[in-house]
């Protein structure tokens, strides 16, 4: 059983300047791709000509995160992938713990390393932290990352836990298992893709695993930053799409129902902090949910299951109850 590391790259020069020798120094059982989604910089080249070792798969169009992994993965043959970002700083001997899991638990499809902030070390990174679950309304969060409220590792989740989701950051995952799901949901574009793809995961009898002794550094936001209105849209209308597609029946309509009401809440606040690119973004996100509503309802699958949640809302916990870290939940 082999990795194969496939970092997805668009105009992404520094990036692979900075981040990809570490990966090589750090990564000689793994096979490296740089899998370019038509990039207009000189990035290709830059790989092809500092690391003649690297392979280069290049898409034929920039189809963000979801298509241009769908469009790649067809190329690579190692039994495990590992889809990281071009922003992620690796750490010694960080591949060690991942293939005993995979060999050991054959019903592991998925894993997380710990993913920390490599502009504060000392701090999880937004993106994944330390696993991810959703809440009763499909809301996602993370040990060690509720909302923008992000924890100190202070070695509290030093552990390998059972998780709901895996961040897209730095995610491992089964080739079989890939293909079995059909790839990311090309209709997300980028955002909760991978969330999706482990709830589907999750749906069929599979396990999202969180190793700790894999530890990776993550810039976040390189390619779209937490300002950027097309974040908001992205992030309020893929994780409608996601509960249309993957609720339980009979959670299906008073979860929708209340999502829809609570993401009227939050355009209301960003429209009295005069955010009004980002209140516009949430009334689009919603008109474009609707539009896609039918088309979601027939991806839906033969079978979800029900304990695929906590059992609290973090909105109430976090906002009006004052619990900011994953302990106190």
């Keep these: 059983m082999k990795i194969a590391i496939i970092i997805l790259n668009w105009n992404g020069k520094q990036l692979l300047e900075q981040f990809l020798p570490s990966v090589i120094a750090f990564s000689r059982e793994a096979t490296i791709y740089v899998a370019d989604n038509a990039s207009s910089d000189d990035s290709v080249q830059y790989v092809k000509n500092h690391f003649p070792n690297v392979r280069i798969i290049q898409n034929a169009e920039n189809g963000g995160y979801a298509k241009g992994y769908n469009d790649s993965l067809p190329q690579v043959e190692e039994a495990i992938f590992c889809l990281l970002n071009s922003d992620i700083e690796v750490t010694e001997n960080w591949l060690a713990p991942i293939l005993p899991e995979f060999e050991s638990n054959p019903q592991t499809a998925i894993i997380q390393p710990k993913i920390l ?22 809301y996602p969060f993370c040990r060690g990352r509720i909302f923008h409220t992000l924890e100190k590792d202070t070695n509290q989740y030093n552990d390998n836990a059972t998780i709901f989701w895996a961040s897209g950051a730095c995610f491992f995952i089964r080739k079989d298992v890939f293909h079995e799901l059909n790839g990311f949901d090309e209709d997300f574009f980028a955002h909760q893709e991978e969330i999706d793809l482990c709830w589907r995961a999750f749906n069929l009898g599979y396990k999202t695993k969180y190793i700790s002794e894999c530890v990776v550094f993550h810039v976040g936001g390189a390619t779209l930053n937490s300002t950027n209105p097309k974040k908001t849209y992205l992030n309020f209308r893929n994780s409608l799409c996601m509960l249309a597609k993957n609720l339980p029946k009979g959670k299906l309509i008073p979860i929708i ?73």
């Design 117 to 138: 902030d490599f502009k504060q070390k000392t701090h999880f990174e937004y993106a994944g932290a330390a696993g991810g679950f959703v809440d009763k309304y499909g």
């Design 257 to 329: 129902v209340s999502r829809l009401f609570l993401d009227g809440i939050a355009a209301i606040q960003f429209l009295a902090k005069l955010q009004f690119k980002h209140f516009v973004a949430v009334l689009k996100a919603h008109f474009h949910f609707y539009a896609r509503l039918p088309k979601m309802l027939k991806k839906r699958g033969e079978s979800q299951q029900s304990a695929y949640f906590q059992e609290k809302s973090i909105v109430y916990s976090y906002f009006l109850k004052g619990k900011k870290t994953y302990s106190e939940l």
